[in-house]
């Protein structure tokens, strides 16, 4: 009985918080409703929020979080002007890490210098990171706004609008870096595929889309651009952050873009830090942007990087296996089949179990199906 009192008692809440959030029509709100209450971790991550930051993801996930309407909400209520807000953005127009100014300071995109990376994010600095496109300029927004959400009404309000400041300061930072209107709105990234859907609605998408897509050089729109790259560094920050950061490319709007650090040289003093990775070697053609906001269909916003590979030619590939028998994750699982192969490459055993990819029929312009569900 307790459990059964606790399911309900979080379903009332969740529709309670629903209700506060203004203009949002009855269809929506069961919507979303459901997509939470029948999602363990997203109704965990919805408890896990500041009480008054609840509506402001729900909102998010709806569609977007407005970059200004929030400051301007915020001094609205609080009886703060643009002068508060303005003298916060002076103080904060220096990178100071643990108390020191650096700008510009050139590390190797390497994990022992991920956590630095996670502080900085976390401070609301901006940072230029490879990714496996090109390199790109990375912001945290989010996660200073819920902790401004948390405190704003509290006696130490002012404290947590300085976090707030810092939080918007930094997005709009990278706007000014690149010269780029505040219309065109900057994607988001996170660590893994399933994290996608705590920042965007994806119930509408097959099991196995994205991650068909996933981690690549792709961002998914699903009202809002999400990427996660196939790149080790940029994800273990994401991860590390606990939100989604900010990214785009690392150059001045309409130039070309960055696959080497010297490439946008001009702008390191605009960040904290720069991770070097070297050369990018697939060329300055970005990710390839991709709408899935509608059911069954598809639209290419931007094509961008080919995932092309090897030798140029395409291999036929299927599983080592004979036909109707369990599929192979380790070499000794098709041993009777060696004789046939002229070498057999190992990697030991695969780690994530017997499915194999999932395929998905994309024949038909503007619309896909699935065929089979994979990993």
């Given at each position: 009985m307790k459990y059964a009192h606790d399911v309900v008692d979080k379903r009332a809440r969740v529709y309670g918080v629903l209700e506060q959030i203004e203009g949002l029509n009855f269809f929506d709100r069961t919507r979303v409703g459901q997509m939470i209450v029948n999602d363990q971790k997203r109704v965990n991550y919805f408890f896990s929020l500041p009480d008054t930051a609840k509506p402001y993801w729900l909102q998010m996930l709806l569609g977007g979080v407005p970059k200004i309407g929030f400051v301007n909400l915020l001094q609205r209520r609080r009886g703060f002007r643009g002068g508060m807000a303005k003298k916060m953005a002076w103080s904060l127009e220096k990178c100071e890490v643990n108390g020191e100014t650096k700008l510009g300071?050139?590390?190797?995109?390497?994990?022992?210098?991920?956590?630095?990376?996670i502080e900085a994010l976390k401070a609301g600095k901006v940072m230029a990171v490879p990714t496996d496109t090109l390199y790109g300029f990375v912001c945290d927004a989010w996660a200073?706004?819920?902790?401004v959400l948390l405190k704003i009404y509290s006696s130490d309000s002012l404290f947590w609008c300085w976090a707030y400041c810092t939080s918007t300061e930094a997005v709009n930072?990278?706007?000014?870096i690149k010269g780029r209107k505040h219309m065109s709105p900057l994607a988001i990234c996170v660590g893994d595929v399933q994290d996608i859907q705590c920042f965007a609605i994806t119930d509408h998408l097959p099991c196995g889309l994205l991650d068909c897509l996933l981690p690549g050089p792709v961002t998914v729109v699903l009202r809002r651009g999400v990427r996660v790259?196939?790149?080790?560094?940029?994800?273990?920050i994401a991860r590390g952050s606990g939100t989604a950061p900010a990214l785009t490319s690392a150059n001045l709007s309409g130039k070309p873009s960055s696959v080497d650090i010297k490439d946008f040289e001009n702008l390191w003093e605009h960040?904290?830090?720069?991770?070097?990775?070297?050369?990018?070697?697939?060329?300055?053609?970005?990710?390839?942007?991709v709408d899935f906001s509608k059911l069954g269909k598809y639209k290419i916003l931007r094509p961008g990087r080919v995932i092309a590979r090897g030798s140029g030619t395409a291999p036929a590939l299927t599983s080592a296996n004979l036909s109707g028998k369990?599929?192979?994750?380790?070499?000794?699982?098709?041993?009777?089949?060696w004789e046939h192969c002229v070498?057999?490459?190992?990697?030991?055993?695969?780690?994530?179990?017997?499915?194999?990819?999932?395929?998905?029929?994309?024949?038909?312009?503007?619309k896909y199906k699935i065929l089979r569900p994979g990993r």
């Amino acid at each position: 009985m307790k459990y059964a009192h606790d399911v309900v008692d979080k379903r009332a809440r969740v529709y309670g918080v629903l209700e506060q959030i203004e203009g949002l029509n009855f269809f929506d709100r069961t919507r979303v409703g459901q997509m939470i209450v029948n999602d363990q971790k997203r109704v965990n991550y919805f408890f896990s929020l500041p009480d008054t930051a609840k509506p402001y993801w729900l909102q998010m996930l709806l569609g977007g979080v407005p970059k200004i309407g929030f400051v301007n909400l915020l001094q609205r209520r609080r009886g703060f002007r643009g002068g508060m807000a303005k003298k916060m953005a002076w103080s904060l127009e220096k990178c100071e890490v643990n108390g020191e100014t650096k700008l510009g300071l050139v590390q190797p995109a390497t994990e022992e210098y991920a956590e630095e990376a996670i502080e900085a994010l976390k401070a609301g600095k901006v940072m230029a990171v490879p990714t496996d496109t090109l390199y790109g300029f990375v912001c945290d927004a989010w996660a200073t706004l819920t902790l401004v959400l948390l405190k704003i009404y509290s006696s130490d309000s002012l404290f947590w609008c300085w976090a707030y400041c810092t939080s918007t300061e930094a997005v709009n930072r990278i706007y000014e870096i690149k010269g780029r209107k505040h219309m065109s709105p900057l994607a988001i990234c996170v660590g893994d595929v399933q994290d996608i859907q705590c920042f965007a609605i994806t119930d509408h998408l097959p099991c196995g889309l994205l991650d068909c897509l996933l981690p690549g050089p792709v961002t998914v729109v699903l009202r809002r651009g999400v990427r996660v790259p196939d790149c080790n560094f940029i994800r273990v920050i994401a991860r590390g952050s606990g939100t989604a950061p900010a990214l785009t490319s690392a150059n001045l709007s309409g130039k070309p873009s960055s696959v080497d650090i010297k490439d946008f040289e001009n702008l390191w003093e605009h960040c904290v830090y720069i991770y070097d990775e070297g050369m990018l070697p697939l060329g300055r053609a970005g990710s390839t942007i991709v709408d899935f906001s509608k059911l069954g269909k598809y639209k290419i916003l931007r094509p961008g990087r080919v995932i092309a590979r090897g030798s140029g030619t395409a291999p036929a590939l299927t599983s080592a296996n004979l036909s109707g028998k369990p599929s192979s994750v380790d070499i000794k699982d098709f041993e009777n089949l060696w004789e046939h192969c002229v070498y057999i490459y190992d990697e030991g055993m695969l780690p994530l179990g017997r499915a194999g990819s999932t395929i998905v029929d994309f024949s038909k312009l503007g619309k896909y199906k699935i065929l089979r569900p994979g990993r």
